[in-house]
């Protein structure tokens, strides 16, 4: 029976890279899949086109090229990647250049449009809850159809916008086994794949990693995972010998049910899988058989990020020492809201975190886990304001602490983020046009 093997090459955004280049080398794989966008990802990507034109792709997409070509010089290995984010094309030209600059030859480079409807949103004003807010972007998570087309007309390497994640290796699947788009039972089967590979680290034990109660050895060298998948569908979960991290049940369990509220009905462009009566059985040191994911057809909608500028957060941070720590960070607190109520700053949020004592979780539980003397205590405060000249307010006011606060503060820091955030909305599928350009080396 015919199989097929992907590795994982990156889960997020600022992923290693080194996992990655390992695979490639030592993996025997036909594909490797890179994702590296989330909900935030793709706006603050559109934000950067908006600046520059040639922008607007994966920060790292350069850092990462540069390792990836010099593999694919010995390594017959196809790549599929979002790292276009709002701009592949541009990626590909750059990925194109690189690859010129490195001497490789017979390369050919797709990059899949469509996503990006940010142009339309007009037509969509009934769907957007915003409020008030002004758009900067929308983007469809789109389905595999386009890494399908590329595949067959002789790809190498494919850059993607927004596509949903597990259909990076859904696509290489329904293309070199021939399924149709209409079989949702396999295409359920390639969606878990997908999903399984799309935190790369994290079914390899880095988010399963609990010390004490679910050790992983040598986390500093993990290794990303591989799945080797038959033309039924099933597969076997892996990962490179002399790499840290481990393959079991129990990562892949955890990782089965990451991100999924309803594991009969989980939503893709492709399809809505079902990962109900999924086996998983060990069958070997860090092998783990896959079975019985099924699906069924697509409800004929795509989730869209719509980006807007939300707000400025302004920050600042300062340390209080001693035995009396808790105390000065208290009185610090107590002087702040009393000077953002004399200089007139409204924030839409404030919020004051005594960073080692209450900071994740609040004064409603941590209170309850018990009370102690700190010896050290770091006062945060980050309020959420409309303007960038109010948000520079809160910092001055925590430094200002230095000469006009509690005695022996330190370390005093501030800064202003220009904060994007996400609405999402469901868009008819037919509504999205997709591409597919080629560049070739």
Not at 125 to 137: G, M, N, W
Not at 377 to 394: G, S
Request: glycine share 10%.
């Amino acid at each position: 029976m015919k199989t097929i093997r992907i590795g994982s090459g990156a889960g997020y955004a600022g992923d290693r890279i080194e996992p990655a280049i390992d695979l490639i080398e030592r993996g025997n794989l036909d594909y490797i899949i890179f994702e590296c966008l989330a909900e935030r990802t793709i706006s603050l990507a559109q934000k950067a086109k908006m600046e520059d034109p040639k922008k607007g792709y994966n920060a790292l997409f350069e850092y990462r090229f540069e390792r990836i070509l010099e593999a694919l010089k010995k390594h017959s290995v196809k790549v599929i990647t979002n790292m276009g984010a709002a701009n592949p094309y541009h990626a590909a030209l750059k990925c194109q250049e690189m690859a010129q600059s490195k001497g490789l030859t017979n390369l050919k480079i797709a990059y899949v449009e469509g996503d990006d409807i940010s142009s339309r949103l007009d037509d969509y004003q009934e769907y957007v809850t915003i409020e008030t807010k002004k758009p900067l972007s929308a983007n469809g998570y789109i389905g595999c159809a386009g890494i399908v087309e590329a595949l067959k007309n002789g790809a190498d390497i494919v850059i993607t916008g927004r596509v949903a994640d597990p259909s990076l290796s859904l696509g290489p699947l329904v293309y070199e086994f021939g399924w149709s788009m209409d079989d949702y039972e396999k295409l359920g089967k390639g969606t878990w794949v997908g999903h399984l590979l799309e935190c790369a680290g994290q079914v390899t034990g880095g988010y399963f990693a609990d010390p004490g109660y679910k050790d992983v050895p040598e986390l500093w060298n993990l290794g990303f995972p591989i799945i080797e998948v038959d033309e039924n569908g099933d597969g076997v979960v892996s990962k490179l010998s002399n790499t840290g991290g481990v393959v079991t049940t129990e990562t892949v369990k955890e990782q089965s049910l990451y991100e999924i509220q309803d594991p009969e009905n989980y939503f893709t462009p492709d399809v809505i899988a079902d990962f109900s009566k999924i086996t998983v059985k060990q069958i070997g040191e860090n092998e783990v058989k896959i079975e019985n994911a099924s699906g069924k057809v697509p409800n004929g909608y795509y989730k869209t990020s719509v980006g807007y500028h939300d707000c400025y957060i302004g920050e600042g941070q300062i340390s209080y020492g001693g035995s009396n720590a808790l105390a000065k960070a208290k009185l610090a607190r107590e002087i702040l809201e009393h000077r953002f109520e004399m200089i007139g700053l409204k924030a839409e949020e404030v919020r004051f975190d005594y960073i080692g004592v209450n900071s994740l979780y609040k004064d409603s539980i941590s209170n309850e886990m018990g009370q102690y003397t700190p010896n050290e205590v770091r006062l945060r405060v980050a309020a959420r304001v409309k303007t960038k000249a109010k948000a520079e307010l809160i910092g001055n006011e925590v430094e200002a602490l230095y000469t006009n606060g509690p005695s022996g503060g330190g370390g005093a820091v501030k800064t202003i983020k220009d904060i994007v955030s996400i609405a999402s909305i469901l868009i008819p599928s037919d509504h999205f046009h997709i591409t597919v350009g080629y560049l070739e080396v």
